[in-house]
């Protein structure tokens, strides 16, 4: 059966873990739906995949162009699309124009947009009232690199309690999950206590309601792993072997036989 947004917030009720990881291909899309993925992040950490050094460059087309092909090897899991980075900042019309075009062309559920403060609040309001359902993001926001860095966040009293109002505001406002992204444990967990709708952590501790990583980071095909994932393989190791192997049998001539 299909999972839904409502699904999820019935999951927190019943103490359910949410388990949620990236993809950009249909191939890994439809192995992690296998996998039973609850939820699967068309995440603008494609940026990275892609080559480049930050979230930043990547454009709305290539990001549609991925998630239509992350979309047709999912059966089950919910499938989420970042926004890229000022695809929904200036504007509600730029953020309505952008959901839409990602809801209409890639038949993903849902969209996800970066940070809790008010214009941001008033956006994500404007799309839920439209029908658009939208996933929140405060902590460490990726796209805000520049500002913020790559450093955990939430760490004073000030910034935690920025976080945790940022956090309110969003449920008020109609998100149907926020992921905290590397914020102080204890701070998740007072949020995670506090929203009615479920919590996705990367970062941020054990206390959740669910968890999401970066799928190449927990494959060991990062060149660089953030400090709170975990590396459950190494394909980095497997593939270059593998492909030393072929090398060679075609350099000696033993494949094919």
Sequence with gaps: MAVTTQQLTQWKQQGRAIVALTAWDYAIAQLLDLAAVDLILVGD?????????????????????????????????LVVVDLPFLTYQESISQAMHSAGRVLKETGAQAVKLEGGYPAMVETITRLVQSGIPVMGHVGLTPQSIHQLGLRQQGKTQEAGERIFNEAIAL????????VLEHI???????????LRIPTIGIGAGSSCDGQVLVTSDILGLSEKQPPFAKV?????ETITNAVQDYAVEVRERQFPK
């Design 45 to 77: 950490s494609l940026a990275v995949v892609l080559g480049y050094e930050t979230t930043l460059p990547i454009t709305l087309d290539e990001m549609i162009h991925h998630a239509k092909a992350v979309r047709r090897g999912v059966k089950n899991a």
């Design 171 to 178: 449920e008020q406002a109609g998100v149907f999950a926020i």
């Design 184 to 194: 102080p444990t204890r701070l998740a967990l007072q949020i995670t206590q506090k």
């Design 232 to 236: 459950y393989t190494n394909l980095r």
